[in-house]
């Protein structure tokens, strides 16, 4: 008897490609995928992160607060914050409803251009976001901040700040896993409060890591940095230490590019008589 046995080959799937845009403003541009709205999406990974941008003029010393919105069926899990110009305050980096807040008052002769992203989760089946919340007092020229750590069973996967005054300078906003830091420095002659947040994800598992790189600062001199996240993980946030006592502003930009490139510090110029060290952090987030 004749036995008849049938092959069938499959073609190999075809990789996705990785979609990336360019923040608005700054150097190096990545390349700009034109898909109407500012959204773009990691989408090699599932879950993946999608990156919901806006931006809008600020007038002459004015100031505005801008937020953005995570699209339905996704929880938002981070944030980044853009500004055109050195002499542009950002008083409010933080999570607002399903999406992210900035607050920025602009010191600036001329229009400057400001902005705000929200990183958000997709296809992340139970997964929810909390917020830990703890309100330190920067006293008169010194320097405060904490660590916020995120309850059993969830996972950091970005951070921020509020205060009302100008002169409270954050000069570090970074993921110290298993939680979040926020320092500032008070140039005031008057006590004042700051508000540190830690955004928490539970429901999906998981382990947070940090890697980081560092530059040295001229004094007199202007900075950037950027770090990113390994291939099998989802840049979730980042985060900056600019120096000490509030001599490095990172006053221009402290967000995402394109997603593929990680995430990107700009900061003012060093005023300090000495180099100083800026660092970028990435938030990576490695699912089970």
Not at 129 to 151: E, F, Y
Not at 242 to 264: C, F, K, Q, R, Y
Request: glycine share 12%; with cysteine; hydrophobic share 40%.
């Amino acid at each position: 008897t004749n036995l008849t046995v049938e092959i069938v080959v499959v073609s190999p799937a075809t990789e996705t490609p990785v979609a990336t845009a360019a923040w608005p403003g700054l150097d190096p541009q990545p390349t700009l995928v034109p898909i109407g709205p500012p959204v773009t999406t990691l989408a090699a990974l599932s879950p993946y992160i999608e990156k919901v941008s806006k931006k809008v003029t600020v007038a002459a010393g004015g100031e505005t607060s801008i937020a953005v919105e995570c699209s339905a069926g996704s929880v938002v899990v981070g944030g980044g914050h853009y500004a055109s110009s050195t002499d542009v305050v950002f008083n409010v980096h933080t999570k607002s409803g399903n999406g992210w807040r900035v607050y920025a008052v602009s010191n600036s002769g001329s229009n400057v251009k400001v902005g705000v992203s929200a990183l958000c989760l997709h296809d992340a089946v139970g997964a929810s976001t909390a917020v830990v919340h703890k309100q330190v007092t920067v006293k008169k020229s010194k320097t405060a901040g904490t660590i916020l750590h995120c309850p059993a069973g969830s996972v950091i996967t970005g951070g921020g700040w509020e205060t009302e005054y100008v002169d409270v300078r954050v000069y570090a906003s970074y993921p110290d896993t298993p939680g979040w830091s926020v320092k500032a420095h008070n140039r005031d002659g008057s006590d004042h409060p700051l508000h540190v947040y830690a955004v928490c994800v539970s429901g999906i598992g998981g382990v947070t890591t940090a890697p980081s790189r560092m530059a040295s600062i001229p004094t007199g001199a202007s900075g950037k940095m950027n770090v990113a996240c390994s291939s099998k993980a989802l840049m979730t946030s980042g985060g900056f230490l600019a120096g000490t006592g509030g001599v490095l502003d990172v006053s221009i930009n402290s967000g995402p590019m394109g997603l593929g490139d990680g995430w990107w510090v700009y900061t003012g110029k060093n005023t300090a008589a000495t180099a100083k060290d800026l660092v970028a952090y990435a938030t990576c987030l490695g699912l089970p």
